[in-house]
């Protein structure tokens, strides 16, 4: 097939600009530890407020400045509201909804994680700075979605 | 390389005369006009949710409107679904037809607009009563009436039908031309259609097999995680299915347009034929913050999305090339000075033109998309609408009205009435498109979020400010936009003068010529890349469903909206 140099030059730029984007995703997993939710464990929805862990929503110390933050989404209201948490502690976010697909973001981080029924989502997180971070579902889950929010206190 | 191509540009000439019977031409006529129809619902109620952004609420001028959400999903099915789908319907077969100058089959062509009619109305009766307010992406447990995706899938009939009809001249084509290669422009529709019907696979058999017997009450519970999965299987190749048809008219429309050719046979449809390997098994890049899939999968799926980018900037190279063509055809000198010299006063092809400088952004903000460390960041915030606004909402949507100004002269036989009244409404959406993508993207980075309510939500971040007075802002002049593209549509329809609409498709020749031997040849055949696409989508997805299946049938329905 013939390519004219220019496009041909352009088509390998272009290969390694996209390889080099793929070896900074590597760097930032490997690396550094940034990982996504994966499989962690199923649950039967209708049963998650008598399923342990979720039969006690909130914080959980597991050890030295390490802490399990037990979260359950609901329509329309996250099960705590409120949440505090101590600053720099690795927190273990595990969460699952009881009814439809809930959103789990906490702003201006990288705790983004879908709660979906029958599914168990876990993130780990260190917060770097204090202060109080809004929590929101940002998935649609019914009428009253846009009330459902929580606070994340770090202290 | 600029000299070179200028010095070897002919005028391009006119191939032999063709045109479909008038018969075939009111069906592809009508198809266009149920798009149009939708997308008006559509422009209204995308208005009403950018002002929502901006705290502005008119929701309560909507008749019949019991929610937000109900007006969102109006939105998404409309545009998204309904005009993109309705126009390729139309324009695809149309352009098989001209390229292999056969006629369609009138049977398969009113199946096609029939079965596009009925899932519309099906969709609008589920989605007015409010009964299906469960947005496009109709995720489980929330549950719609089974209208809702018995219309749907009906529309999606369509398509098929619409590609068996390209596939049927094909091949009656083949058997009269043994031995010779097909045109380009015909190997590019078929194969957009081809890699559709494949990816949509997954999503009629989410619908068919477990969402409508749920809704009917046949079974009680649904899965949702696997219903999600099937949905993102279909829902990102769904974005190519949009993108396509409008690459077949900048690759093969847009360099006759502005004066030059296409510029290389193979190149063009090696890049349709790795749409077609690549554009499916990259489904869970939708799906980096879910539980229930591991990783690993994550992973490979975010390396193929990377690949998927690669036809697209091949795209960027060659049909900006054309234009350069063209602009030295038309006296341009310089490094940039081709720029200006293109016809910026056909409407058609200022749309188009300004539908690519936007893509840019549109496909820089997907690569970020993803990355997946980033994804975290802004997954289901504004940043995701206000990405793919600047692709589907501007790369296809102005690629489909800039087609318009010349395919409803050219399928009406009149002309293209108030050509400045064009020109304005594609400068007024791109502005508007930049604005309103602007404050969606820099909201979303401080987390607001999509598909919400903020009107009325209790909680309100001050950093969103700028983002959701942009939104607003841009939104109506993106409303104005489209309703001068309406006006121009409707009066060239009612008032434009008759007989002086196109003799004939803008078709384009080709500075580099067809192979005539050596691998490229086989980019015709369809059907084996068929097969190598299938084994890349059971790499993909095959330990997924592998490690997953049986269904967990945990879910019943909720209609809480």
Known sequence: MKVHTYERAFMTLGGMLLVLCMAALVYATVAMGIHLPGRAGEIEPGKVFTTPPFDNPGVHQTGPNQYDVVIIGQAWRFHPMEIRVPVGAELNFIATTFDVIHGFHIEGTRVNMMLIPGQISRLTYRFRKPGEYLIICHEYCGAGHHNMYGKIIVE | ?561
């Open chain 2, 1 to 561: 390389m600029a000299e070179h191509i200028a010095a070897s540009t002919p005028v391009v000439a006119d191939p032999t005369p063709f045109t479909l019977p008038e018969t075939q031409q009111r069906v592809l006529r009508w198809t266009l006009y149920v798009g149009y129809a939708a997308l008006t619902a559509g422009i209204f109620h995308g208005l009403a949710q950018a002002l929502s952004y901006a705290g502005i609420d008119i929701l309560g001028f909507f008749p019949a409107l019991r929610s937000y959400y109900q007006g969102l999903t109006a939105h998404g099915v409309a545009n998204a679904i309904i005009f993109t789908f309705a126009f390729s319907n139309a324009f695809l077969p149309l352009m098989v037809a001209r390229a292999l100058s056969r006629r369609l089959d009138e049977r398969l062509l009113w199946a096609s607009f029939g079965t596009l009619v009925l899932g519309n109305l099906l969709v609008i009766y589920a989605v007015v009563t409010n009964k299906a307010s469960v947005l496009y992406t109709s995720y489980a447990p929330l549950q719609a009436h089974w209208t809702y995706y018995v219309g749907l899938v009906f529309v999606v009939i369509s398509t098929w039908l619409a590609l068996m009809n390209m596939l049927l001249i094909w091949r009656g084509w083949k058997r009269d031309h043994p031995g010779v290669r097909m045109p380009l422009l015909a190997h590019i529709s078929i194969v957009s259609y081809v890699m559709w019907f494949l990816a949509s696979l997954p999503i009629a058999v989410e619908f068919l097999f477990f969402l409508i017997p749920w809704s009917l009450g046949w079974v009680e519970r649904t899965d949702p995680l696997l219903t999600r999965t099937l949905f993102w299987f279909t829902g990102h190749a769904i974005v190519y299915a949009w993108l396509l048809p409008a690459y077949v008219s900048w690759y093969a429309l847009v360099p006759r347009q502005a004066g030059g050719k296409v510029i290389s046979d193979s190149l063009t449809r090696l890049v349709f034929i790795l749409f077609l390997l690549l554009s499916i098994p990259t489904g869970f890049h939708h799906q980096y913050t879910d539980p229930g899939i591991h990783e690993g999968l994550k992973f490979v799926h975010a390396i193929l999305t990377f690949g998927v980018f690669f036809p697209s900037l091949i795209t960027a190279f060659s049909v900006m090339a054309s234009l350069e063509m063209g602009g030295r055809a038309h006296g341009g000198r310089g490094l940039l000075g081709w720029i200006p010299k293109l016809p910026w006063g056909d409407p058609s092809l200022s749309a188009q033109l300004l539908a690519m400088i936007t893509f840019v952004f549109g496909g820089i903000t997907g690569l970020i998309n993803a990355s997946f460390t980033m994804n975290q960041v802004i997954h289901n915030t504004t940043w995701v609408p206000g990405h793919f606004h600047m692709t589907v909402g501007s790369a296809v949507a102005m690629t489909f009205m800039g087609v318009a100004y010349w395919m409803v002269p050219y399928l009406t036989g009149k002309k293209l009435w108030g050509r400045k009244v064009a020109l304005a409404s594609n400068w007024i959406y791109t502005i508007g498109l930049l604005i309103f993508s602007r404050g969606m993207i820099s909201a979303g980075l401080e987390g607001m979020p999509r598909r919400t309510f903020l009107v009325q939500a209790p909680y309100m971040d001050p950093d969103w400010l700028v983002g959701r007075v942009l939104t607003g802002v841009g939104g109506t002049l993106m409303f104005v936009g489209i309703a001068l593209f309406f006006v121009v549509i409707i009066m060239t329809i009612w008032k434009g003068k008759a007989g002086e609409g196109p003799k004939d498709i803008p078709w384009s020749e080709t500075l580099i010529e067809p192979a005539k031997n050596g691998w490229a040849m086989r980019l015709d055949r369809i059907g084996f890349w068929v097969i190598v696409a299938i084994i890349l989508i059971v790499i993909a997805y095959g330990p997924f469903f592998l490690s997953y299946l049986p269904p967990n049938y945990v879910s019943p329905g909720f209609r809480i909206y």
